[in-house]
């Protein structure tokens, strides 16, 4: 990628994917450089500041980072904080990527996303999935007719987190659905659109005495079928079984797992015409996935240079926020006229 160096501040460490962005972006200089870390909390600050994802890096404040000048910021604090921050930024013009997901407050969030559609500012939200390479490929097969009439999707977000880990989750009020469930109903978003209803089924295992949310599912209703998303933070080898099942009148295909490695298979009408039953599924051939982030902020440096159109606008992002919620439990009016 050629063009000026992007400025890049990098505002928190409380964040899960904090380390993971830092890398990507530190293992592109020619793309990005970092200007220095921001991380106001005490106790984060003591835990984080040796890391060797930021090794060498400038540890600052917010006032102090900004006089730097920036082109643009990484907010990768506590979840809970994530729109706040970013408002801070956006107030002063710098362009933004937030991790997910954005906050418990569909008000906030559509307030951040006006006043960076005011001042043209972009936002990329930390949904990685959107980039990888077979997700890119089934949208490519929706797209030009390949799959037929899509009725349904199945995403599944497991992992398997310590006792403590999911004692944590109590920071939410649905847990593992806010937290990790977020990144499929992104997906079902993006492939299905808005759903006529939401019925989310959020409960605790109590497993090992923790009563958090722990086991997420929900259910999203549309005119040909209904379409699920289920995160779990208990289940044995769950992230190797992290997948995205897609459904056509005219092909099926399974991503499974969604990464390391990611693997694919479709399954095309015309392969079993004829048959009553013949398993013909067929793995698929991807392009080199590259690091987990790596697309994704090499996407964001082309847009904050204005070479291109964020392809998940600002109403985007705020209408699959309204389905997030929905999927935790919220009383959103997902069909309301509200649109960024």
């Given at each position: 990628m050629t063009g000026r160096?992007?400025?890049?501040?990098?505002?928190?460490?409380?964040?899960?994917?904090?380390?993971?962005?830092?890398?990507?972006?530190?293992?592109?200089?020619?793309?990005?450089?970092?200007?220095?870390?921001?991380?106001?909390?005490?106790?984060?600050?003591?835990?984080?500041?040796d890391n060797p994802a930021y090794d060498g890096l400038a540890w600052m404040t917010e006032d102090e980072l900004f006089r730097r000048g920036v082109d643009a910021v990484q907010v990768e604090g506590f979840e809970l904080d994530l729109v706040k921050t970013a408002l801070r930024w956006a107030e002063r013009g710098v362009h933004l990527h937030i991790d997910k997901p954005a906050g418990d407050s569909l008000e906030d969030f559509g307030r951040l996303l006006r006043l960076a559609k005011q001042k043209n500012l972009v936002v990329q939200m930390g949904y990685m999935y959107?980039?990888?390479?077979?997700?890119?490929?089934?949208?490519?097969?929706?797209?030009?007719?390949?799959?037929?009439?899509?009725?349904?999707?199945?995403?599944?977000?497991?992992?398997?987190?310590?006792?403590?880990?999911?004692?944590?989750?109590?920071?939410?009020?649905?847990?593992?659905?806010?937290f990790l469930g977020c990144h499929i109903v992104d997906l079902v978003y993006l492939i299905q659109g808005m759903p006529n209803k939401v019925v989310p089924y959020n409960r605790s295992t109590g497993l090992d005495g923790v009563q958090t949310i722990d086991h997420?599912?929900?259910?999203?209703?549309?005119?040909?079928?209904?379409?699920?998303?289920?995160?779990?933070?208990?289940?044995?080898?769950?992230?190797?079984?992290?997948?995205?099942?897609?459904?056509?009148?005219?092909?099926?295909?399974?991503?499974?797992?969604?990464?390391?490695?990611?693997?694919?298979?479709?399954?095309?009408?015309?392969?079993?015409?004829?048959?009553?039953?013949?398993?013909?599924?067929?793995?698929?051939?991807?392009p080199p996935q590259g690091g987990r982030y790596d697309a994704m902020?090499?996407?964001?440096?082309e847009m904050v240079r204005g070479t291109k159109a964020n392809p998940y606008d600002y109403n985007y992002e705020y209408q699959l926020h309204k389905l997030i919620l929905a999927a935790c439990g919220q009383a959103i009016d997902i069909h309301a006229d509200d649109a960024i």
């Open positions: 160096k992007i400025r890049l501040g990098h505002i928190g460490t409380a964040h899960d994917h904090s380390t993971g962005f830092m890398a990507c972006v530190r293992s592109f200089p020619e793309v990005f450089e970092v200007v220095g870390i921001v991380e106001p909390d005490p106790g984060y600050y003591a835990q984080n500041k959107r980039y990888n390479k077979a997700v890119q490929q089934c949208l490519q097969w929706i797209q030009d007719g390949t799959l037929g009439t899509i009725y349904q999707v199945d995403a599944i977000m497991d992992t398997e987190h310590r006792k403590e880990k999911r004692e944590w989750l109590g920071h939410f009020d649905a847990g593992i659905m806010f997420g599912f929900a259910v999203f209703e549309y005119d040909r079928g209904v379409s699920t998303v289920r995160a779990t933070s208990t289940e044995i080898n769950g992230y190797g079984r992290r997948q995205l099942v897609v459904c056509g009148s005219k092909g099926t295909v399974e991503i499974k797992p969604l990464e390391n490695p990611t693997e694919m298979t479709v399954t095309l009408s015309q392969d079993t015409a004829g048959r009553e039953y013949s398993d013909r599924q067929q793995p698929v051939e991807l902020m090499l996407d964001f440096a």
